[in-house]
Structure formats: C-alpha cells, structure tokens
C-alpha cells in the first residue's frame, strides 16, 4: 500500500525481468495507518493482508510495482464498531465494503546501484494511491521513503526475498472522500467529530516479496485482492 519497490543484481543473473509476490493470505505481510489527533483519539487501522506484484529488471535496476489491501480485511482499534464505521467513510454507503480495495500503482521505479543482501537500502519513490476506485482529488501522487533488505534463497524460505518497509507521512483521508462528510448520514455528526478523527495520517508497510517460479506466477496474480 508500498509501498516499496527495489531491487537488486546478482553477479551474473540474466537481464530478464523478474517478477516478486507478495501473498496477501500469508499473515506476515502487514499495512498500518494511524490517525493521531491534536485533541482526540488517536485511531490504528491494520491489516495483515496484503497483496503486492513488483516487476524489475534486475540488470536495468527499474521497474514497477502494484500493491493492494483490501478494506474488510482492515480492523480498527480492534473494535467491530470503529471498523463498521471506518468501512462506511472509506465506502460512502455507496458499495459493497467486500467490493473496496486500498491499491497503491507505482508505474516505474528507479535504483542508483544494487542492493546488497542482508543490507538495509533506503530509497524513495511515488505512487498512485486508488481508495475504492477513487484517486486523490488533486490528482497527486503519494510520496514514499523506506528501506529494503534483499534475502537471497535460503535466508527467508526456499525463493529470493525483498523485505520491504515503507512509509507514506501526510497521508489525507478527506483528498480520497473517506469520512463522514462524504458519508450519507453521518452529515449530523461532522462538526462534533472535527476535533477528534484525525484527517491525516501516517500509513506504514512490512511486506516480505518472494520470487517464486515462473508457474506460480499467474496463480499468485490471481490471488490478489479487486478493485470494487
């Protein structure tokens, strides 16, 4: 959501692209966002679900990435209240939740040298954010930074692996229509809540990307998560 897309060249790997999953039904692949406000709670959403493809030439050291969570798997301060209300502002009670999706599309990324394993690598880069098919208003993309530690086979299981952390600060509900302004409703409710729902927030991923073999490719794509 990632959200983070780097790579790094193996001594002698062929220039090919090489694509990197991350499973969203694996567990240990997580998505936070806190909502801190000045004078009133301070809200986490998490969700432990999280589908990411990342497309790299290894060589080149560019390529591009797509990341997405999708909302029911989003719990609030582990509360079913807080978490049926959050679902109702990210939707506007104009869809299904079970159709909504957070993606994050970054079109093309870019290294200035090669990560080397076990190494921290920090990097920046941006993104388009898409809340349950809406951008953000001002059309602007989202500004990442993180690090990324390469994992060769055998480190972290059996496939080549990117442990990725990224975080995206000033992230702003209200540019994607998420919250009861925007939510049939809840119009009553929007000066009482002003002071004590934060609008914007710090969002940070952990993801772990794995190469897996070529066959398994397509069937991991199919795996991830749908726009509604």
């Not at 959200?3 to 193996?10: G, S, Y």
């Not at 567990?27 to 998490?46: K, L, Y």
């Not at 990324?148 to 972290?156: K, Q, S």
């Not at 710090?202 to 397509?218: H, L, Q, R, W, Y």
Request: proline share 6%; with cysteine; hydrophobic share 35%.
């Amino acid at each position: 959501m990632t959200i983070a897309t780097l790579v790094f060249v193996q001594p002698g790997h062929a220039a090919d692209m090489t694509t990197f999953i991350v499973k969203p039904g694996v567990g240990n692949n997580t998505f936070t966002a806190v909502f801190d406000a000045v004078i009133g709670d301070r809200i986490t959403a998490i969700s432990s679900a999280v589908g990411c493809t990342f497309t790299v030439d290894e060589e080149k050291l560019k390529g591009k990435g797509s990341c997405s969570v999708a909302l029911t798997s989003i719990l609030v301060d582990g509360d079913e209240t807080k978490t049926e209300h959050f679902q109702q502002w990210a939707t506007n009670k104009s869809s299904d939740p079970k159709d909504c999706t957070f993606d994050l599309e970054i079109p093309s990324f870019q290294l200035s040298s090669p990560a080397e394993p076990k190494t921290p690598v920090p990097f920046t880069t941006e993104g388009t954010f898409t809340v349950c098919g809406r951008t953000r208003d001002d059309g602007g993309p989202e500004h990442m930074t993180g690090t990324i530690i390469y994992l060769p086979a055998g480190t972290y299981g059996k496939s080549r692996t990117l442990r990725i952390r990224a975080r995206i600060e000033g992230f702003n509900r209200d540019q994607y229509k998420v919250g009861p302004a925007h939510t049939s409703g809840w119009l009553a409710r929007v000066q009482q809540l002003a002071d004590v729902v934060a609008t914007e927030r710090t969002i940070d991923v952990n993801i772990f990307a794995t190469s897996p073999p070529k066959e398994e490719v397509g069937k991991s794509n199919n795996e991830m998560p749908k726009g509604g």
